[in-house]
Structure formats: structure tokens, C-alpha cells
């Protein structure tokens, strides 16, 4: 099941909390893909990644078709 999260007119802190407590919720279903919808500021995809991804263990890429998204999902789905 496909899920969004837009970020915009969030600041960073909020976005970051936002970030992990959705895909903390989602995460618990066996099958799942989140576009995270940053925008084109690369220094919240950094403070997401950081702060939430990488911590967390999140598998994720950042598409090159559209590069203001993050795409989480479980690893052995691709």
C-alpha cells in the first residue's frame, strides 16, 4: 500500500517528528511504500535522513525522476 507525506509549510523539527511518527504507524503493516514529499530543500531530506531514516534502520532512495521526494520501503520489496 502506497502512503504520502507531504511536508510542506512544516519547519524541520516538525517535519522530522512528523517523518518518524508516521512511518513508525505504517511500518507495521508487512507491505508498504511512503513518498515523503520534501520538497527540493535538501536540508530537510538531510535532517530527515539523519534524524529519522537512518537511526531508525529505514531502507529509502531518493528517486532521480523527481529528487524533492523520499521513497521508504521495505528493503526486499524492490
Request: proline share 4%; glycine share 6%.
Amino acid at each position: 500500500m502506497q502512503h504520502k507525506i507531504d511536508l510542506h509549510g512544516l519547519t524541520h523539527d516538525e517535519a522530522a517528528r512528523k517523518v518518524e511518527t508516521e512511518l513508525i504507524r505504517i511500518s507495521l503493516t508487512n507491505y508498504y511504500q511512503v513518498e515523503i514529499i520534501t520538497g527540493k530543500s535538501k536540508s530537510m531530506q538531510d535532517k530527515i535522513i539523519n534524524e529519522v531514516l537512518g537511526p531508525l534502520k529505514f531502507f529509502y532512495y531518493i528517486p532521480t525522476v523527481n529528487e524533492g521526494t523520499i521513497i521508504v520501503c521495505p528493503d526486499d520489496l524492490l
